[in-house]
């Protein structure tokens, strides 16, 4: 299993931007489909973005034009850009990973969209 770290959530302005990472242990994070998901309160879990081996990303429709996605495999990490957030952008964002049948969590960080 993958062990996720996540980092850079937080408390951010309407229209501002956040930059969240994640950074992953383990020897199978180049060959593991990477992504991010976010839960409000209330509302089931739901993708925002992934990014498979080989670069394919994929995004919400809600979200796409607004967020990127990438990944460093040097570094082990995967990043979500966040431009033009608004309020219902507010969730806790988990970072996931999914290699073969075997699927990661990180522990999920808070992001807050308010004025």
């Known amino acids: 299993q993958v062990q996720l770290v996540e980092s850079g959530g937080g408390l951010v302005q309407p229209g501002g931007s956040l930059r969240l990472s994640c950074a992953a242990s383990g020897s199978i994070f180049s060959a593991s489909i990477m992504g991010w998901y976010r839960q409000a309160p209330g509302k089931p879990r739901a993708l925002v973005a992934a990014i498979s081996p080989g670069g394919t990303i994929q995004y919400a429709d809600v979200v796409k034009g607004r967020f990127t996605i990438s990944r460093d495999n040097a570094k082990n990490s995967i990043f979500l850009q966040m431009n033009g957030l608004k309020h219902e952008d507010s969730a806790v964002y988990y970072c996931?990973?999914?290699?073969?049948?075997?699927?990661?969590w990180g522990q999920g960080n808070q992001v807050t969209v308010s004025s």
């Open positions: 996931n990973a999914k290699t073969g049948a075997i699927t990661s």
